[in-house]
């Protein structure tokens, strides 16, 4: 079982990864994309984190009994951008304070989430959620938590909205200005 995407481009000697959880992967890949692609952004995948099943799919974590998150696994060049600066993002592209849901889209698998990767990880992320919350009205439930495993969803799911332009885009993935 990986906690890595086997299909990211990461060198774990100068790269860094972080797995974000903040509704439908699609809208989440674009605007990270979009916003880092030149910014220190090496690649991105979307996948499913943190699940009780062996190799899901789309399908199948869906009918939302299979404990995955629906995720952006990003590997990044810490050198060009932070972690503290990837995770405010992450706070001002998604409500994170909404119980299993993004907009229309419902379902545990559509939960806010930090997954990480380290230590270090885990402390800025807490550290940054400690930070945000006053810029929110209602609480934060994001939660955080170590990764245990990912997996790659279908190809199809890869870069989809660059894809498919017309698709479903979540309307709760905008940059809030706070």
Partial sequence: M????PTIKFNPQSN???TVAAGCFWGVEQVYRKYYGSKGLIDAKVGFANGAIDNPSYKRVCEGDTQFAEVLQISYDP??????????FFYKIHDPTTLDRQGADTGTQYRSAIFT???EDLKIAKQVTEEYQPKWQNSIITK????KNFYDAEDYHQLYLDKNP?????????????
């Fill in 2 to 5: 990986s906690v890595i995407s």
């Fill in 16 to 18: 860094k990864l972080i």
């Fill in 79 to 88: 050198k060009q951008v932070s972690l503290k600066e990837l995770l405010s």
């Fill in 117 to 119: 990767h380290d230590d």
């Fill in 144 to 147: 955080i938590e170590p990764i």
């Fill in 166 to 178: 017309t698709g479903y885009h979540c309307p709760t993935h905008f940059v809030r200005e706070f």
